[in-house]
């Protein structure tokens, strides 16, 4: 249950409400933002008896919250999370960029890489120190070498950069070099892992399991903003079928879907999904169509030669095609949806 406070609430009433909540054995969750404060009721067994909270002074309303992701629903928060990273900011209104390799290699490989996706228009670094490979044979990653370069490109470039925490034992590490921390598709449901992002202080990219549900994928979101990190973008990253044609089968229909149940930002993952280059630009095209709020795209200088991905990587002449081609797509995508909002009636009957 989320319970809306008057604008004019004094912080006692806020307070007095908290306690309340607290009194039943519940724990009350203040939400940051809007014009209101509103409070969400956790860890609540069964429906809450909302006549408990709805007379207190200055409670406007008291909202069911249907969902059992309640923090990541729309249900507690009507409009939008935007996060800023560093000045980029992610959501509502704004394409992302992410591009970069898959893997770091060197000091040279990352930095070429760096200053051609920034100069097609990237805003956002991405590149792995910690690798998870199928093959134990397989390049792992730099390691904290790998994290140490990518706080020079951050450093050369003024992008901030996302890499992956593939387990505990890297997490601090991983944290404190990163500007975005990703939780992999392997582990998205590694509960302890969740719990770990939860704590932390920078913002966590989320991306969806192989495997998992639209609902199994929010609810991993929730471990995070249970956890107290607010700062949650998804990323939709293909998922397995049967299909041959491509190494995982993008979900469009999720992007929709999560933005009607979500007011967490969702990007969208070419590279993974499609498993091939030529696949990836026309899978951004309608990925942006589709009303994602950005990509996170594997580039490389000399694909032939990479370490991990070099099949799906794009060649620099290709992204910067594909941050041309995305530009106006959003264009219209933006043009649209607001006149729908403006013109809602005349877009819901039609
Ligand atoms: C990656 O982005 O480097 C990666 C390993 O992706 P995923 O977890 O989606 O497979
Ligand atoms: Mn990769």
């Not at 909540?21 to 969750?29: N, T």
């Not at 969902?67 to 629903?73: A, E, F, H, Q, T």
């Not at 639209?214 to 609810?219: A, K, N, S």
Request: aromatic share 6%.
């Amino acid at each position: 249950m989320l319970v809306v406070m008057n604008k004019g609430a004094t912080p006692a009433e806020v307070e007095a409400v908290v306690g309340a909540i607290v009194e039943k054995g519940y724990e009350a969750r203040p939400i940051p933002g809007g014009e209101r404060v509103a409070i969400c009721v956790l860890h609540n067994e069964g429906p809450v008896d909302a006549s408990k909270f709805s007379h207190m002074p200055g409670v406007k309303d008291t909202i069911p919250v249907t969902r059992p992701y309640k923090l990541v629903s729309r249900e507690s928060q009507a409009w939008d999370t935007v996060i800023d990273v560093g000045g980029v900011r992610i959501g509502n209104g704004h394409l992302i960029v992410m591009a970069g390799p898959c893997a770091i290699e060197s000091e040279l490989q990352a930095l070429t890489i760096a200053r051609i996706v920034k100069k097609s228009g990237a805003q956002v670094f991405r590149g792995g120190a910690f690798k998870p490979r199928t093959s134990p044979y397989a390049f792992q990653g730099l390691g904290e070498e790998g994290l140490k370069i990518l706080a020079k490109v951050r450093e050369e470039t003024g992008m901030p950069v996302v890499t992956e925490a593939i387990d505990h034992e890297v997490f601090d590490m991983v944290e404190e070099y990163a500007d975005i921390i990703q939780i992999g598709a392997r582990n998205m449901q590694n509960f302890s892992l969740l719990r770990r992002a939860g704590k932390a202080r920078k913002p966590v990219l989320l991306k969806r399991g192989m495997a998992a549900t639209i609902d199994e994928w929010l609810m991993a979101a929730e471990y995070l903003m249970e956890g107290g990190n607010y700062q949650v973008i998804l990323c939709e990253r293909g998922v397995r079928t049967f299909a041959h044609h491509s190494r995982n089968t993008l979900d469009l229909s999720a992007i929709p879907v999560v933005r009607q149940e979500s007011h967490l930002p969702i990007i969208v993952d070419p590279s993974h999904a499609a498993g091939r280059r030529d696949q990836v630009i026309p899978l951004s095209r309608a990925a942006v169509a589709v009303g994602c709020h950005g990509l996170m795209v594997e580039v490389h200088h000399a694909p032939e030669t990479a370490l991990s991905d070099g099949p799906q990587s794009l060649y620099p002449a290709q992204f910067d095609d594909l941050v041309k081609q995305i530009g106006p797509i959003f264009g219209v995508y933006k043009m649209s949806t607001n006149g729908c909002r403006e013109n809602r009636a005349a877009c819901v009957r039609a």
